[in-house]
């Protein structure tokens, strides 16, 4: 089945700086990449995704890239805010709308 | 959309006790997954089901869990009895094509 690691474990910033989050996978048949954010006392919540078919997607400071090739794919944040402060998960899976596999996630703390 | 709705949103109870967690998907989302996350473990799926008919229960721990989907807009998962192994945060999702979660349930056993 399929295995992604994810990396850092946590990580921390100055306000302003930019994150970035790494996840490997295992299955070169999975397509779909989608990447949770958890705060505090609530459920994971969906800020962006990607499909094979592509290398990268941008919305506002976030942004994803994916190497099909290297079976890798990351997450950057640019210009962070104390806000950003939370658990990022990635996840990946084949044929999207199934079952994802997790990494174990990241947590990044932005201090002002 | 009120999002995926879950409850209770805290669980108490004492070991031996029979716990259900209760779930409303999405609408118009066919499918639904239960989750528990435990420090130790990260977010383990239970189970999952499409179009109310359990596909893959893999993930569930022990006979002492079990999950049902009675109609596309309800789900529970019990625990019959509970033990305190299985305090953790268990939530629901559901997706047509991206995954959404609910808030969750923190239950804590005694």
């Known amino acids: 089945g399929e295995n992604v690691e994810q990396h850092p474990s946590t990580l921390s910033v100055q306000e302003g700086d930019s994150a970035v989050i790494k996840c490997t996978y295992s299955?070169?048949?999975?397509?779909?990449f989608p990447w949770y954010k958890q705060e505090l006392g609530k459920g994971p919540q969906l800020i962006i995704d990607?499909?094979?078919?592509?290398g990268e997607k941008k919305d506002q400071r976030i942004a994803v890239t994916l190497n099909k090739t290297a079976k890798h794919f990351s997450l950057h944040i640019t210009e962070t805010q104390p806000e950003d402060s939370a658990v990022y998960f990635c996840a990946a899976c084949y044929s999207g709308y199934s079952t994802l596999t997790f990494g174990k996630g990241t947590m990044l703390l932005v201090s002002p | 959309d009120a999002g995926v709705i879950q409850s209770p949103r805290h669980e108490v109870t004492e070991m031996g006790q029979e716990v259900t967690l209760r779930c409303k998907p999405i609408s118009g989302h066919d499918y639904l997954f239960w989750y528990r996350q435990t420090m130790m473990r990260g977010l383990e799926l239970l189970i999952y089901?499409?179009?109310?008919?359990?596909?893959?229960d893999s993930g569930m721990p022990e006979d002492r869990f079990s999950a049902k989907m009675p109609n596309a807009s309800f789900s529970t998962l019990k625990i019959q009895p509970s033990e305190p192994r299985d305090s953790a945060v268990y939530f629901c999702?559901?997706?047509?094509?991206?995954?959404?979660f609910g808030p969750g349930t923190r239950l804590t056993v005694t």
């Open positions: 299955d070169s048949a999975s397509n779909y």
């Open positions: 999702a559901s997706s047509r094509y991206e995954q959404y």
């Open positions: 089901f499409n179009n109310n008919v359990p596909i893959d």
């Open positions: 990607i499909r094979s078919n592509v």
